[in-house]
């Protein structure tokens, strides 16, 4: 936000400035469902995961879309964000991109949906 400053904040209120969500996807190789079990399996992990490097989570669920050569892939996926401070995410960013790597891999994804600050990555 620029050019704004937020009221002011009453003593013993919490800053958490560095935004974080990842898009946990229901399918793998591209357009296949997954079972529930592993769904729960993979949101759990991540609200896990972002919980310890940043201090909690908000888990939504939305439906997402997106190309996949000449076909738009259209999923249920689940918006894990968590808010932070600079310090924890400075000092968990390395451990976020790997763990990411892995669930790519591991989930069979073309890619993950990675937000930070309000920018959209694809990894």
Known sequence: MTNIKPFKMP???THLPVETAVYVPTTTSTSKSIKANERR???????????????GYTQVRATGGYVSGEKVITETIYKVTSFGKKDKFNKNKNKLRTWLLQKKKEWGQESIGYEQEGDMYYI
């Open 11 to 13: 003593k013993g209120t």
């Open 41 to 55: 399996k993979r949101i759990t992990e991540t609200r896990r995961i972002l919980s310890n490097f940043f201090g």
